[in-house]
């Protein structure tokens, strides 16, 4: 069978709570309607084993890898090469700098090679020397070895193409549609109110930074608020130990653990702000998923926040509990009475549609390795 686009360097499609995740399904998605043949690796500790359909021409392949935060990639990776290596994809999309460290496997295989950058993940406080210096060797074989390069963020793409001479192509992620039905059925499992919570969604990681969120919203004394905070630990650490203990101390504080589908865009969609305090993005979904359903938000000021161009009062200073304080009780005075309140953000969301990404990412296959015949 031939294989048009083999993707690799993501756990599972549809059951993560990764960007990376994310993107690649709605990629796939977006193939399958253009009869692109689409085959997506994934790793088996979550994932049955078989492969599964997703559709006419998409599919998963399951290979195996251990579940450790730091060989998962890395090891998973060159599994799936090897394996491209037999399948003879027109094109093998490697997808986040780890994962890219086999790059150069791929390339001695003959394969046609294209990368995308979701962000400078060696900036991640979690890692370590090591891990650090395979995640900047992945993003240095991207550079120098592949075929195409991709980058989700507008200002990083900039720097990478400056910095390695060589072109970054910005293509950036999208936001699918997402409905929050009402009366909010999800809201009840957790005590929640329409209009009466801020959200935050993210795995339980130091670049997120949680802890900030819950020590501003200790300081807003807003009685009758919640915090609520989506999302969990892919592995347990000091840091998701710290965040749940300072939920477990601070009145109004809720955990709801990793949420989807209909009860993630329900939290989401009847917030009274969506808040996004992290230190490290690559361009994030979750932002453009908050305000495809209406919601202000409270971004950090970092690079790929800044990419989206929001009004000022949107943005406040990374690491600085006062500024996300005071930027969450400024949105929460500005639409007091609404339950919840409403934004029409489509202007800002129209260059991020799954379609254009799709035929931008489709365009730079075809300069890699141009179709023989018409699809």
Same mark, same amino acid.
């Given at each position: 069978?031939?294989?048009?686009?083999?993707?690799?360097?993501?756990?599972?499609?549809?059951?993560?709570?990764?960007?990376?995740?994310?993107?690649?399904?709605?990629?796939?998605?977006?193939?399958?309607?253009?009869?692109?043949?689409?085959?997506?690796?994934?790793?088996?500790?979550?994932?049955?084993?078989?492969?599964?359909?997703?559709?006419?021409?998409?599919?998963?392949?399951?290979?195996?890898?251990?579940?450790?935060?730091?060989?998962?990639?890395?090891?998973?990776?060159?599994?799936?090469? &090897?394996?491209?290596?037999?399948?003879?994809?027109?094109?093998?999309?490697?997808?986040?700098?780890?994962?890219?460290?086999?790059?150069?496997?791929?390339?001695?295989?003959?394969?046609?090679?294209?990368?995308?950058?979701?962000?400078?993940?060696?900036?991640?406080?979690?890692?370590?020397?090591?891990?650090?210096?395979?995640?900047? =060797?992945?993003?240095?074989?991207?550079?120098?070895?592949?075929?195409?390069?991709?980058?989700?963020?507008?200002?990083?793409?900039?720097?990478?193409?400056?910095?390695?001479?060589?072109?970054?192509?910005?293509?950036?992620?999208?936001?699918?549609?997402?409905?929050?039905?009402?009366?909010?059925?999800?809201?009840?499992?957790?005590?929640?109110?329409?209009?009466?919570?801020?959200?935050?969604?993210?795995?339980?990681?130091?670049?997120?930074?949680?802890?900030?969120?819950?020590?501003?919203?200790?300081?807003?004394?807003?009685?009758?608020?919640? %915090?609520?905070?989506?999302?969990?630990?892919?592995?347990?650490?000091?840091?998701?130990?710290? &965040?749940?203990?300072?939920?477990?101390?601070?009145?109004?504080?809720?955990?709801?653990?990793?949420?989807?589908?209909?009860?993630?865009?329900?939290?989401?969609?009847?917030?009274?702000?969506?808040?996004?305090?992290?230190?490290?993005?690559?361009?994030?979904?979750?932002?453009?998923?908050?305000?495809?359903?209406?919601?202000?938000? &409270?971004?950090?000021?970092?690079?790929?926040?800044?990419?989206?161009?929001?009004?000022?009062?949107?943005?406040?200073?990374?690491?600085?509990?006062?500024?996300?304080?005071?930027? %969450?009780?400024?949105?929460?005075?500005?639409?007091?009475?609404?339950?919840?309140?409403?934004?029409?953000?489509?202007?800002?969301?129209?260059?991020? =549609?799954?379609? =254009?990404?799709?035929?931008?990412?489709?365009?730079?296959?075809?300069? &890699?390795?141009?179709?023989?015949?018409?699809?």
């Amino acid at each position: 069978m031939t294989i048009d686009v083999m993707m690799i360097g993501l756990r599972s499609v549809g059951g993560g709570q990764g960007g990376v995740e994310r993107h690649v399904a709605s990629l796939a998605a977006e193939y399958e309607g253009l009869g692109l043949r689409t085959c997506v690796v994934v790793r088996t500790p979550y994932v049955r084993n078989d492969p599964s359909r997703l559709g006419d021409n998409t599919w998963t392949r399951a290979i195996w890898s251990p579940q450790n935060a730091v060989l998962e990639a890395p090891f998973h990776s060159f599994l799936a090469t &090897v394996y491209a290596g037999f399948m003879r994809p027109r094109i093998l999309h490697i997808h986040a700098v780890g994962p890219s460290i086999v790059v150069p496997l791929a390339r001695l295989l003959g394969l046609r090679v294209v990368c995308t950058h979701h962000g400078e993940d060696y900036a991640r406080e979690k890692w370590g020397r090591v891990a650090r210096f395979v995640l900047r =060797t992945g993003e240095q074989f991207q550079a120098r070895l592949a075929h195409g390069r991709i980058c989700v963020s507008r200002s990083l793409s900039s720097r990478l193409s400056d910095k390695y001479g060589v072109a970054f192509d910005y293509i950036p992620n999208a936001v699918s549609p997402m409905q929050a039905e009402m009366p909010y059925p999800a809201l009840a499992q957790f005590g929640l109110e329409p209009g009466k919570y801020i959200v935050n969604v993210g795995r339980l990681v130091p670049e997120k930074r949680q802890n900030d969120l819950i020590a501003a919203f200790a300081r807003l004394d807003r009685p009758g608020y919640k %915090l609520v905070l989506v999302g969990a630990a892919d592995h347990e650490s000091e840091y998701s130990a710290e &965040v749940k203990r300072l939920a477990a101390a601070t009145p109004g504080v809720v955990m709801t653990g990793f949420q989807q589908g209909a009860a993630l865009g329900q939290l989401i969609g009847a917030a009274a702000v969506f808040a996004l305090p992290s230190s490290h993005e690559g361009m994030p979904i979750a932002a453009l998923e908050a305000m495809g359903l209406g919601r202000p938000v &409270v971004v950090s000021d970092i690079a790929p926040n800044l990419d989206l161009a929001l009004p000022e009062e949107c943005y406040h200073v990374v690491g600085s509990v006062e500024s996300l304080a005071d930027r %969450l009780r400024d949105v929460l005075d500005a639409h007091a009475g609404q339950t919840p309140p409403y934004l029409d953000w489509s202007s800002h969301l129209a260059a991020f =549609t799954w379609s =254009t990404v799709a035929r931008q990412t489709m365009e730079i296959y075809d300069r &890699v390795a141009p179709r023989k015949t018409s699809q």
